[in-house]
Structures are given as structure tokens and as C-alpha cells.
Nanobody, 113 residues
Framework: EVQLVESGGGSVQAGGSLRLSCVAS????????IGWFRQAPGKEREEISC????????WYADSVKGRFTIDSDNAKNTVYLQMNNLKPEDTAVYYC??????WGQGTQVTVSS
């Protein structure tokens, strides 16, 4: 079965850190761009980071630049999102996406002030 599964979400206080994981199964993400998105209550889903395994290139939204880092473990077919210095406005459901088409189920991140 082709799927993405996110994990690592939770509740933290402002200034804390979390590391999200996105495991791909049924396919290798080597040939695809993997993106992290988030959706806060009442807001549209937004892309916050992207990683292209073939080139190693990364992209970050201004809202997370300098605080979040995307990387991968190809042997585990996993992409990570390291989130540092979390803010209450980072509260959202976080999703990973492959090639703009395949979505995971999401993982909740809640940051309290």
C-alpha cells in the first residue's frame, strides 16, 4: 500500500522543540519532492517546507525559516521536520505530502504560551 504516515506531534510550551517524522511506504521518495504543510483551525492549509532528495535542495516559508529544518534518512524512507523555538502560532495539524498528490493523515502540534 502506498502511503505516508506522520508522527511526532504533541503539546509543548512556547520555545520548545518537536521533531516530526514522515515515513513513506509502498514507494521510494527518492524521485519526489516531499513537502510539509500545516493547517491551523479556520485557516487554509499552507506549505511550510519542501525537500528534494535528488538534489538535496530545501525551501522554507518565511514564517518558519531559521526555526525549522527539514532533512531525510533515505535508508528509512523517512523525512523529518525539526521544529525549534516553537510559537503558539505554530499550532496546527501538520501533514507531509509527496509529489503534490499523496497526503499523510496528519499529526497535531499544540504550542501553549
Amino acid at each position: 500500500e502506498v502511503q505516508l504516515v506522520e508522527s511526532g506531534g504533541g503539546s509543548v510550551q512556547a520555545g520548545g522543540s518537536l521533531r516530526l517524522s514522515c515515513v513513506a511506504s509502498g514507494f521510494s521518495f527518492d524521485d519526489y519532492a516531499i513537502g510539509w504543510f500545516r493547517q491551523a483551525p479556520g485557516k487554509e492549509r499552507e506549505e511550510i517546507s519542501c525537500f528534494v532528495t535528488t538534489t538535496g535542495s530545501t525551501w522554507y516559508a518565511d514564517s518558519v525559516k531559521g526555526r525549522f529544518t527539514i532533512d531525510s534518512d533515505n535508508a528509512k524512507n523517512t523525512v523529518y521536520l525539526q521544529m525549534n523555538n516553537l510559537k503558539p502560532e505554530d499550532t496546527a495539524v501538520y501533514y507531509c505530502n509527496a509529489a503534490g498528490a499523496l497526503w499523510g493523515q496528519g499529526t497535531q502540534v499544540t504550542v501553549s504560551s
